[in-house]
């Protein structure tokens, strides 16, 4: 589904939603607290500034006795087979998101991947999957990207450790390319990039790759991933303690010179490995 035809589904589904709430006599406010987020919340539903998650529309559909319709809505337009069903979500609001920060612990941030090393990637985690498999994930994650290179792109702020720099996914000569192409989207100024060098030791962030997103008319959500499952995040104390960690995380790291220059000599190393072998 193209990404105009998704947004106006969206607007289906919120239309349908007020009417729906109106039709049975409740508020904003009234059915925020049968479904347990706030009236806000289903104000930006209803505007389709923000999309529910699943377990949020299946209350909808128990509050407003409506058969399951909003359920099978949402998984229709959220359900991407591309994309793992904890990370659909977030591929959605990564679209409408003004600002995006991730800390990176061992891979480099999917929005930043070369297709060489996102097929890497993909391969090493299902090493027994079709050729098709492959180039489907890799292709869902190129087109990720394409927010990167809109007109109207987000700020995008990225933290990696320094192994992600060291480790050679995909072999050295992919991983020069991928460490090329970050360090031309950081002298396009299209990314801030900072590298947490090994000498720093411990961080604020330790536990695992963390997204942070804002919007114009929502409030900020939080995404952290682990191996097999990902949690999306929008419990506004909780956000605000990931927020802040980012910050330690990133006074930590590199100046964005100092990071660019670690970046460009680790792709020199990458490559002049790659002439050798």
Not at 155 to 182: C, D, N, S
């Amino acid at each position: 589904m193209a990404k105009g035809s998704r947004q106006a589904a969206w607007e289906f589904f919120g239309t349908e939603l007020k009417r729906r709430r109106e039709d049975a006599g409740l508020t904003q406010v009234e059915l925020g607290i049968r479904v347990f987020v706030s009236g806000g919340y289903i104000g930006q539903f209803e505007q389709a500034i923000r999309k529910p998650q699943l377990d949020v529309a299946q209350r909808i559909d128990e509050a407003l006795q409506t058969d399951g319709i909003f359920e099978r809505t949402w998984r229709k337009l959220i359900d991407d087979r591309r994309y793992a069903g904890y990370f659909a979500a977030v591929v959605e609001l990564e679209r409408l998101a003004t600002r995006i920060c991730e800390f990176a612990p061992t891979v480099v941030p999917g929005l930043l991947q070369t297709a060489a090393y996102a097929r890497a990637v993909t391969l090493a985690a299902n090493p027994f999957v079709t050729d098709e498999y492959v180039e489907e994930k890799v292709s869902a994650r190129r087109e990720r990207a394409d927010i990167l290179r809109d007109a109207a792109r987000p700020e995008y702020w990225a933290i990696l450790h320094e192994g992600v720099l060291r480790t050679p996914v995909g072999g050295p000569a992919a991983m020069a390319e991928q460490l090329e192409h970050v360090a031309d989207l950081m002298r396009r100024r299209v990314v801030w990039l900072g590298v947490i060098p090994y000498e720093v030791g411990a961080s604020a962030l330790m536990g695992g790759m963390l997204q942070l997103m804002e919007f114009d008319d929502a409030p900020p959500v939080a995404y952290t991933e682990t191996a097999f499952s990902g949690t999306l995040i929008d419990d506004p104390a909780v956000v605000k303690r990931a927020q802040r960690a980012y910050d330690l995380a990133r006074g930590a790291a590199l100046s964005p010179e100092a990071s660019l220059a670690l970046i460009e000599s680790a792709a020199e190393d990458h490559r002049r490995c790659a002439s050798t072998t």
